[in-house]
């Protein structure tokens, strides 16, 4: 199958620094890609959706100042979250859907996420 | 209201026996997309299957089968012959408004399954 990938895997920093998580789709064109989050032991939770070259569309209560989204081109996207703090720590998937359908549906694929810890 | 409700925080079961996790949702969407998805510890999301709500036959792919029961509003994922390596987070997650790249994936609370000898 597609491969997303996402650098870093793990990152720690202190608490008011920015952090930038990178999501690459490796071997396919991505139309849209989404960057959720996940808490220990919970579901993930979807953040924001964009599509190559234009604004993200952020989930209600997401703050677009402080978790910013560029979709630079059809194989990367970023996610900055600035000032971050201690409750920000969480692990951050990000997830790349193909322009290609396999007939019945647009296939997405996850990257392996980040885990942001801020201390 | 939960779009996607998992009742089963937790289920066991022996190696080689059949389990099956529940799925319920809510959608006045006549299109939808259903999907599970494995999280192992390591985090990664790993698709599972899919049932399309128009599709008349339920899903099946490999070991896992979906049990789509669309007055019910259920879907819930059979896994035949557990293995060992099946112990892992499971998702039920719906997608909704036709199979267009914009449309979003709702998850549920997930399901961990841990397979025993």
């Known amino acids: 199958g597609a491969v997303v990938s996402q650098h870093p895997s793990r990152v720690i920093c202190k608490s008011g620094t920015s952090v930038k998580i990178e999501c690459r789709s490796l071997d396919f064109q991505a139309t849209t890609m989404f960057w959720y989050r996940q808490f220990p032991k919970q579901s993930l939770m979807l953040m924001a959706t964009s599509n190559e070259g234009s604004k993200a569309t952020y989930e209600q209560g997401v703050e677009k100042d402080k978790f910013l989204i560029n979709h630079a081109s059809l194989t990367l996207s970023t996610l900055t979250v600035t000032s971050a703090h201690p409750e920000d720590s969480s692990f951050y998937i990000c997830s790349a859907r193909s322009h290609r359908s396999s007939g019945r549906f647009y296939e997405q694929f996850f990257g392996p996420g980040t885990r942001l810890t801020v201390l | 209201a939960q779009k996607i409700t998992q009742t089963q925080p937790g289920m066991f079961v022996q190696e080689k026996e059949a389990v099956t996790l529940d799925c319920t949702y809510d959608t006045s969407d006549p299109s939808y997309g259903l999907f599970w998805y494995k999280q192992p510890s390591s985090g990664e999301m790993i698709f599972l299957i899919y049932?399309?709500?128009?599709?008349?036959q339920n899903a099946t792919e490999g070991r896992y089968s979906l049990n789509f029961q669309k007055a019910r509003k259920s879907a819930n994922l059979v896994i035949s012959a557990s293995q060992l390596g099946d112990s892992a987070m499971y998702f039920c997650a719906m997608r909704e408004g036709g199979t267009g790249t914009a449309s979003k994936l709702t998850f549920g609370t997930g399901t961990r399954l841990q397979v025993t000898l």
């Open positions: 049932q399309g709500s128009y599709d008349q």
